[in-house]
């Protein structure tokens, strides 16, 4: 059954010759992804830039997305400044660690799934999770990678002109300040799906507020994400 927002991704899709998406923490870009499955039935009416930071992920993304014909993928992070520091559980670890959802996925999945730039999003995570004699400093370790402003990337690609049709955010606590580093200004998505679920209530006001600030309308569909839909645009799926 669709959820709500594969709903509307294929209407959007259906209804549009082209259409360009962003996915800003793709991870490997398949396993519990929330956009894999529209990419794939619409393959040849998208094309999708990849963005994410974990170079030892990027070869499954790209595996992932090898029949895709107008993929491109980026191993950078999206924000203000020029690197960005990085909190993970140390991939050595992967095979002890308990995973408690996605059981029967590959070992890296779900701990690269948690890499966040917030150090405490990562602890709280493993704790528990670990045989215990391992100690919770000791499993998680910092890396440093390249950060960029969205449009850095898109205009790199030739990609200016023709505009942002959907943009998808998974960072593990950092959506509002990865919106804020897009150029939503500038590059004005029709749609924008975030995480919401670790944004503390203050920063979500504030989000929402910048949001509305530029023209979006925003939908909580769930109890973990919320919809951007840019004034204007149209759907049976929400009044």
Known sequence: MLNFLQNIL????????????????????????????????????????????????????????????????????????????????KPALYESFTRKYLKDSPTYRVPTGFTSAIKQHVHNHIIGNLPADVKIED??????????????????????????DFLQIDSEGMDDFIIKSSNIELLKPTLINFEHRHLPANRLKSLFQYLNSLGYRTHAWNSDDTLAVLNGYKSHFFK
């Open 10 to 89: 294929f209407e959007y899709f259906s209804n549009k010759e082209m259409s360009t998406i962003v996915q800003i923490g793709a991870n490997d870009g398949r396993i519990n992804d929330p956009i894999y499955e529209a990419i794939k039935k619409f393959q040849n009416k998208t094309r999708i830039l990849l963005i994410e930071p974990q170079a030892n992920v990027i070869e499954y993304l790209k595996e992932n997305y090898a029949t895709h014909p107008c993929a491109a993928i980026c191993c950078a992070a999206i924000g203000p400044h020029r690197n960005l520091t990085l909190y993970r559980l």
């Open 139 to 164: 499993a998680i370790e910092e890396m440093t990678v390249p950060c960029h402003q969205l449009i850095q990337i898109i205009r790199q690609l030739g990609w200016e002109a023709k505009g942002i």
